[in-house]
């Protein structure tokens, strides 16, 4: 696609419900990226791939908090027994990878609230 | 303390004036720093990135980077109604991009 699409873009969850949001990177893009932004704040990093290699998860906030990238494109943010804190966009980046500096492509973000 | 520090605002700025940005970073390792607009209900996008201590310049936009003193700025000059928006500043300790520390933002609104 043209760019980093995010799916589902908003979304409603009772506390305690399980919730999976999806990216897809730009085409061809190695590396990619999960950002977590609460209202009025700037994004926090989540987690980063290099293909389905997950090489750092420091800013996944819970074990409820799990990502994955298993075929190295698609990539799938899951929260588990959601809480009201966990309200937030939920944005996806996607970079070409190439080492030195990339430009990081972010989508328009999955808004998730808990309910 | 954040990593990155920036005024909130709201910061007005007359059309056709200088906007300027002010960020401050306390982790002396940041090697790289970048500066993401971002609209209202939209994603970030990247307006400028520097690197070395000094000026960079595109367009209407003039980041600049003082490593000593540990801040950097954006400086867009002929401010239009299209710079309206939040201005993120973000720092990495690497130069890959790999893991930004953002600041809050700053809220700029320019007035016709």
């Known amino acids: 696609g043209a760019g980093v699409s995010q799916s589902p873009r908003y979304k409603v969850a009772k506390r305690g419900q399980d919730v999976a949001l999806r990216c897809d990177p730009i085409?061809?893009?190695?590396?990619l990226f999960w950002y977590q932004q609460a209202l009025g704040q700037g994004p926090e990093f989540l987690t980063y791939?290099?293909?389905?290699?997950?090489?750092?998860k420091s800013g996944l906030p819970s074990d409820r908090f799990f990502a994955e990238r298993p075929e190295g494109s698609v990539s799938t943010l899951k929260i588990q027994r959601t809480q009201q804190e966990d309200s937030a966009v939920y944005l996806c980046?996607?970079?070409?990878?190439?080492?030195?500096?990339?430009?990081?492509?972010f989508g328009e973000g999955s808004w998730l609230t808990v309910v | 303390q954040k990593e990155v520090e920036q005024n909130s605002g709201p910061l007005s700025v007359p059309e056709g004036a200088i906007a300027s940005l002010n960020c401050t970073y306390s982790?002396?390792?940041?090697?790289?720093f970048f500066w993401y607009r971002q609209y209202s209900g939209k994603s970030p996008e990247l307006i400028m990135s520097?690197?070395?201590?000094g000026d960079k310049e595109d367009g209407r936009f003039t980041a600049q980077l003082n490593k000593a003193s540990q801040y950097v700025s954006l400086l867009i000059r002929d401010s239009q109604p299209s710079d309206s928006a939040t201005y993120l500043c973000?720092?990495?300790?690497?130069?890959?991009?790999?893991?930004?520390?953002f600041g809050t933002g700053t809220r700029l609104t320019i007035i016709p």
């Open positions: 982790d002396r390792g940041s090697q790289s």
């Open positions: 520097i690197y070395s201590n």
């Open positions: 973000a720092g990495d300790p690497y130069f890959g991009n790999e893991k930004l520390t």
């Open positions: 980046a996607s970079s070409l990878g190439l080492g030195g500096v990339d430009t990081i492509y």
């Open positions: 791939f290099q293909n389905e290699a997950q090489l750092d």
């Open positions: 085409s061809g893009h190695v590396s």
